[in-house]
């Protein structure tokens, strides 16, 4: 069983468009996050949710929209896709916010914007 | 303000040669975690160790082998006997607590090529 689970793992698709990325952990944890990794491979933190709370958003264009319908399901939502937000998106969690415990990371998305 | 600083962008080696990738950090954080992934060319992110700021044990695994010490804030890896399988892009990551809320601070990664 995969501990974290992202979907789709390839995503191509033209400026404009709205797109989503899943996410799903089975390990029980009370935390999720989304980072983002740019074509000089630099991995930043986007976003983060603690039992379905928001409470990391970093400096993140309105277009990107996290969704957390329950702790162990965090989904992102992009608008209107531009050519910048070609990456390689990765969901993580740990067991809890205040201690970073039992970190674990998905394989990761690659959007690319044509 | 919190930073991670692998000076190393890339390093070229032959295998079997020992191999020490650098991290230094920055905290104002009295308590904080240290991790190392390994991204291998399949992309995925391996988590190699964590440790937190009490424990300055050295800690070795296998070929694998970290030196931490708070007086240089520098938390580095060491590869012995490195193997073609070794190559990947290493990552040194800083997570503060509480105020980090979590989240990893990452190094830029320095790219490791082991060569036949």
């Known amino acids: 069983d995969t501990a974290v689970s992202q979907t789709p793992k390839y995503l191509v698709t033209q400026m404009g468009n709205d797109k989503s990325i899943k996410c799903e952990q089975n390990l029980g944890h009370d935390t999720m996050y989304w980072y983002k990794q740019d074509s000089k491979k630099f991995l930043k933190i986007m976003f983060s949710y603690n039992n379905k709370e928001l409470i990391i958003n970093e400096t993140v264009p309105n277009r990107f929209s996290p969704k957390s319908p329950d702790k162990a399901h965090l989904n992102l939502h992009i608008n209107s896709l531009e050519l910048g937000d070609s990456a390689v998106y990765f969901c993580a969690s740990s067991q809890d916010s205040g201690r970073p415990y039992g970190y674990t990371f998905g394989s990761g998305t690659r959007l690319t914007v044509v | 303000a919190q930073k991670v600083t692998q000076a190393q962008t890339e390093i070229s080696v032959v295998e079997k040669e020992d191999v020490t990738l650098d991290c230094v950090y920055e905290?104002?954080?009295?308590?904080?975690?240290l991790f190392w992934y390994k991204q291998p060319p399949s992309g995925e992110l391996v988590f190699l160790i964590r440790?937190?700021?009490?424990?300055?044990q050295n800690e070795i695994s296998g070929r694998y082998s970290w030196n931490f010490q708070k007086s240089t804030s520098s938390f580095n890896f060491t590869i012995t006997a490195s193997q073609v399988v070794d190559s990947a892009v290493y990552f040194c990551?800083?997570?503060?607590?509480?105020?980090?809320?979590?989240?990893?601070?990452f190094g830029q990664g320095t790219t490791l090529q082991v060569k036949p």
């Open positions: 440790r937190n700021s009490f424990d300055e």
């Open positions: 905290t104002r954080d009295t308590t904080y975690y």
């Open positions: 990551a800083l997570s503060g607590a509480p105020s980090n809320t979590g989240k990893l601070i």
